[in-house]
């Protein structure tokens, strides 16, 4: 379905500026289905670099840096003042920027880890839940059609009872000490000022912990990670595999690696139930295998035969033209504009960035410890 | 290689309004980088759905036709007028529309195929050439970073003398009668006075002979045709299969059909020469296979190890992370974005539509030849 | 099922010595499952090799030619003389030794194509029915269980009325000219005395006709044929690609190669129907895809769930354990035990091998011709 | 390589009359290559069975049991006698029974696991040495051409120093209690009395243990498992996930599960080093991926371009046509047969067996355990 509004919603954007990868996906995917308008900008830290990069983009209102974007913005009559800001800097700002913005009543779209710690992480939807806002965190592989075509199966009883899940995300990109050769990615992602506690699996493993949440539902009890560093001189960890363990009794592998040479970003869930089990692979994600207990497998296509409302409503063009990563995003940004607009919106909430910090902070406890299982806290009860 | 420039190209389109699929991805062709800023709009050949389609949109400038847009926007001052127009009206409109905005100086960006007959082809070449703008046809597979790739690696030489070359565009939704079941994009499809001559080989068999002619820059000499109609009462073919012949002594085999149920929209290329081999398949466009005469099969991936800088300025994100239709679909109108700020501009233009056409007629000759091989015009010497 | 007979039949071979691939891989198919004893050979038509190859295999009775194994066997005792005999010679062999042993009472399993022209071949179908011996042609592709598998499937109406079909056999392994460089198996197959008319249509081609007509039932009402020669200084053509009218109206395109850099066995049928479509690959031979018009596809293995008697009948191991070549020309081996122990046996006969042949020569008489169609001849009414 | 010995070496078996799967495989095994003849069997441990079994296959001395056989064997004069038994029963029996031949000084050809407990393996490897047999195991796995090739790669340094290693081996047949069916495959597999302390870890993961030290020469330094029973009732693991460390560093991944509905023989491996990394599929046996580090991946195939001689013996046909299970358990075959013969012999042997015993011991004890990580004992010093 392609989504093209008359009325975009006004966006901000923090961070994100020349060298940043991450801010040009954020402004594709706010772009992609027209329903958003970046008309506001601080991004970067550095001002100067902050002002060149909002110019470049030909933005309306360049600002130095966040504080003065939010207060310029407030200062703004209603019906042009952003309505909603998009937080793509280094993980370690992302508390302090998102829950301003939130205090001030401005809608909220963070990059994901949600924050560096869980104390952080809860006092985002403390301040979510006072302020009323929406806060979308993104988690951007569950815009995939063919992961809400996986998640409605499971939840249809498709499946069965769930028994078993496998999720890896393999990369190979970090094999070498490329933070030592001037990658600016490799740098902040390894540098524990910036990431937080974890390497590989604070970055991907974050992404694997909520894929395997959204299209299971399965709760994770405790958890057994083996976290190690391979490259010489590297100070968080590039390779992660866990034994997992959810309520009710279902069982999970979990692998997320950055130095398995020759993977990109081979993202893989396997989910197996009583009755079913479903494979998904991010990089061929238009697809989805679904083998009814014994019956041939079956090959589910986005926007094909037999797919659930939930997959059709988030593809826009005909089966075999391909869509990718970006168009998932979109979706992301799709929906948390429904939900701005007062609708529903099908999306990662401040709850799920919550979770995926305990998961994070949860796994470096495990690899610390002797003991076998290291149980995953209950929510909070905020 | 994300592009967002500060000034995006002011443009106008004809046709795609409600109902039309190929209006919205055009749109988010035009919108996915920011090139575009979509200003203006007659989206329809009926005044009261132009009028609601471009309402809808939130377009600044609605027109009840395309010659009041024309009119409308020649009245504004130039810094303010449409600097480009998309034609996205069903084949029969493609001319007059096209030819009437390129002599006012307009840019065209023309769907595919460029026109219903040669003369009307030959006449656009004519026009453009006489006016100087940029013109640009839709051939969106063009705009795949791998087949940029592939067209790299054919011109340095890495297949050696090219022998063979194996296209195929296999659909099979037009596997039963859908015109007669409501299904707009199969009315017009299957109706001889809004497609032209020819049915699946000239919506997507001239897609096919575009990809070869850019992958391999290889002539046709000539063509031996069968073409067939598989669902009773359909009035055009809905399935064809070629033998050609190259100048030079290549041969190749070309396949488009729309009944060969399952297939989805399974182009597929081979190139065939003596010292290697490519294949390229547009349902996993983000990977191309190369092998080397004698040497293991190689697999390269877009923006992966070993690729030609080609290839490399038109991918946006990260190898493993999948891009597809849409983003192939926006490079093209990148390039054509940068052809019309004055740069060089990589894309098909209007005289790669007009050997489409011919490629059209020709096949159709052919197909009601008794003689195996009809030979493939020479080009016009308009 | 795995079969293993208490009393494997006794078998001579003639050709196959020494140098000879295929004489090893008829071996192995004869002894694979039990179905046969090698008991006496004339191994090649030099007779010291001859004898050095018998004696290598520690074959009981080896003689020095073909007419003396004949004239031996007969000598012997009715229950000590070979019962069948394998002729794995070049082509133009294959009609005497076949002959005179069929004459002789013998069961004859002879190698395709089955013989150099049609008047040879029907020749054979005349001496098998006058004899009532059984004659089994090697068309091995017929012996994958998911090739009986989509033959059960066509024939029970899975496809509806069948519409076309997309035969290729790629390889690339003559894409040089080996011949000149002392490999033995180019050079027999390049050599028109030893070959007949036809290079890689008669070598690879006759495979791909068998397959389609073992898999289809339909019949070819005419050709139209591009053949050539790529590699300098070749006799036969090397790359082959022909459009196909089969009687009743269904269209087809078969594609025989030998110069496609990179391909190896690469053998797959595409049969579509108005109610499905089947795919099969000969390089992973234990899938069969199968789409039912308007759902989803379906991956059918060897041995898993869903499939014909026919097929699991074929099939010795459970699924996901690979069988391949070798036990496809097993079954072939096998099926002719069967009907020679007096059962039912289901093999390529001696018909399909004449038909092969016709084959061959209409398709070498299309590429000599102007016209489009060449009819293909009705069976003889031998 | 097609082997064909004049002399084949003189087989008994025990185990594997009627109702039996794998004694049928062995066979085929044996025979395949014309490099055994199997002469005397006691093919069941019902005497009236293990008659009617041997004389369904027509062998030449039927025995009611394996002490009579062996007994009436070593009557025989010593050029008639058996050289090898092929030890094909329950695994509880495998032991007696390779203990009684071996110290008769007959060559034994023993199925995986080689016993159900560390003392009855060691004890077999002291036999095995005292005697000077030859000793296989057959881990058929190995046997594959390109794990032969993945070894020499490995070993000849082109994956630099080793990191990880991903091993599965999933399997789904047993997700339902196909035991209480009458399923005799899934009946004494879930057997304690006959299996073992372990069921799926015994039944599969033993195989996966073989293939990881096989292919890296890697050794086990602790293991951390999470073994689960799924399906209720079952009395043994139906699904076990591992956590791997090796001596030297490395890290690894093992899962063997029989309950993950629609993967068949699903056995793979990755290993990745600092310099490449490899990926093997049971299922497409004839391709090896090798990925060097920071260029494209290379797809080898069965005697393809680019093989390691270990890889080109144990193939027999040309590449693209698939060889599988079968043959590479004949290859097993053969390399024993080869050392039986006074060659060398590339094999598993009692030794393997030996570690394969001791991996299932030590992950059912760490399932146990409370610890994380449970060390992996240093080979025995018998």
């Known amino acids: 379905m392609i989504r093209e509004p008359a009325e975009p919603i006004r966006l901000g ?18 772009r992609l289905d027209g329903t958003y308008r970046l008309v506001a900008g601080a991004l970067s830290s550095t001002p100067d670099k902050a002002r060149a990069s909002g110019e470049a ?22 019906d042009e003042r952003i309505e909603a800001v998009s937080v793509v800097t280094p993980n370690h700002v992302h508390h302090p920027v998102a829950k301003a913005f939130a205090d001030a009543g401005i809608h909220v779209i963070c990059d994901k880890p949600l924050a560096v710690n869980a104390g952080q992480a809860d006092e985002l939807v403390r301040t979510t839940d006072a302020s009323g806002v929406v806060f979308g965190v993104t988690y951007n592989y569950t815009g995939y059609p063919m992961v809400r075509q996986a998640r409605a199966m499971v939840r249809d009883g498709r499946l069965g009872e769930l028994r078993k899940v496998i999720i890896e995300y ?14 600016k990615q490799a740098e902040w992602r390894t540098d524990p000022a910036r990431s937080g506690a974890a390497g590989a699996i604070g970055d991907i493993g974050s992404h694997a912990e909520n894929l395997v949440s959204t299209v299971t539902g399965l709760e994770l009890e405790a958890i ?11 100070r968080l960890d590039d390779d992660g ?35 079913g089990a479903l494979t998904w692979h991010q990089e061929q994600p238009n697809r989805l295998w679904f083998v009814p207990n014994g019956a041939p497998p079956q090959l589910l296509t986005r926007n094909g035969p037999g797919l659930h409302g939930d997959a059709l409503a988030a593809a826009r063009i005909p089966p075999g033209h ?51 299982w290291t149980p995953f806290p209950t929510e909070t009860a905020s």
């Not at 030909?58 to 200062?75: F, I, T």
């Not at 393999?170 to 990658?183: C, K, P, S």
């Not at 057994?224 to 590297?234: H, K, M, Q, S």
């Not at 997992?244 to 893989?268: H, K, P, T, Y």
């Open 13 to 30: 954007m923090v961070g994100g500026g020349k060298d940043a990868f991450i801010g040009g996906v954020h402004r594709i995917a706010a």
């Open 57 to 78: 983009l030909g933005l309306p209102r360049v600002y130095d840096d966040w504080a003065s974007m939010l207060a310029g913005e407030r200062a703004l009559p209603e």
């Open 170 to 183: 393999n990369q190979g990109w970090l094999a070498d000490a490329l933070e030592n050769e001037g990658v």
């Open 224 to 234: 057994c990670a083996d976290l190690t560093t391979f490259v010489p001189g590297r």
């Open 241 to 275: 595999n866990l034994l997992l363990r959810f309520r009710g009794g279902a069982r999970g592998v979990l692998i997320a690696s950055q130095v398995q040479v020759g993977d990109e970003n081979d993202l893989r869930l396997r989910v197996y139930g009583s009755d």
């Open 322 to 372: 391909p869509e990718g990563y970006l168009e998932a995003f979109a979706n992301v940004y799709a929906e948390i504009a429904s939900a701005i607009r007062g609708g529903t919106g099908d999306f990662p909430t401040v709850r799920d960035g919550a979770r995926g910090v305990r998961f994070i902070e949860t796994t470096v406890a495990s690899a610390a410890s002797d003991a076998k």
